[in-house]
T-cell receptor, first 114, second 110 residues
Framework: DTGVSQDPRHKITKRGQNVTFRCDPISEHNRLYWYRQTLGQGPEFLTYFQNEAQLEKSRLLSDRFSAERPKGSFSTLEIQRTEQGDSAMYLC????????????FGEGSWLTVV | KQEVTQIPAALSVPEGENLVLNCSFTDSAIYNLQWFRQDPGKGLTSLLLIQSSQREQTSGRLNASLDKSSGRSTLYIAASQPGDSATYLCAVKGANNLFFGTGTRLTVIP
């Protein structure tokens, strides 16, 4: 068990560029979550996968955001035409399908849009 | 929509003191409640998980309680140490989502 892994840890991009973050969940965890956190705030839910199916999306996830989880393994979160307001830490988390289990978070991917 | 509130927003205590962090939530239909620790610029580390049917959980110097009917949880930290300095986040689990508070930033002064 190597924990939830996120890449890259830090990304600086110019406004208007596209960025992609990758998350590798704990093996055999079939549920995967993406959250966004800004300074001084708690994480906010973006989207949730069970296996490869994206079952829920927040209204925060505008049409510039897309997430995938091919084959129910790793996941990617892509932000198109980045805006300065997208600057935040993007957190990935995973858990097993039993709803009472602990959710484990990765170290996060920091995005700065300049 | 579930709303989670944490009080106080910040707390500063001398080393060795016992302390209590508070969390309240508006919808009692939860699966569980988790307390997390977050160091600056880092991800979240799970500290304690309390199932909706449980009243409390203990791990080392940490004790978390849950009163689901009143929508409250507390995290008790005994004999605080400078290494406990961090932000502590409370999160309640709905069907497909964790709802977070904004955290309590704890500073333990040596």
């Amino acid at each position: 068990d190597t924990g939830v892994s996120q890449d890259p840890r830090h990304k600086i991009t110019k406004r208007g560029q596209n960025v992609t973050f990758r998350c590798d969940p704990i093996s055999e965890h079939n549920r995967l979550y993406w959250y966004r956190q800004t300074l001084g705030q708690g994480p906010e839910f973006l989207t949730y996968f069970q296996n490869e199916a994206q079952l829920e999306k927040s209204r925060l996830l505008s049409d510039r955001f897309s997430a995938e989880r091919p084959k129910g393994s790793f996941s990617t979160l892509e932000i198109q035409r980045t805006e300065q307001g997208d600057s935040a830490m993007y957190l990935c988390a995973s858990e097993t399908s039993y709803s009472g289990n602990t959710i484990y978070f990765g170290e996060g991917s920091w995005l700065t849009v300049v | 929509k579930q709303e989670v509130t944490q009080i106080p927003a910040a707390l500063s205590v001398p080393e060795g003191e016992n302390l209590v962090l508070n969390c309240s939530f508006t919808d009692s239909a939860i699966y569980n409640l988790q307390w997390f620790r977050q160091d600056p610029g880092k991800g979240l580390t799970s500290l304690l998980l309390i199932q909706s049917s449980q009243r409390e959980q203990t791990s080392g110097r940490l004790n978390a309680s849950l009163d689901k009917s009143s929508g409250r949880s507390t995290l008790y930290i005994a004999a605080s140490q400078p290494g406990d300095s961090a932000t502590y986040l409370c999160a309640v689990k709905g069907a497909n989502n964790l709802f977070f508070g904004t955290g309590t930033r704890l500073t333990v002064i040596p």
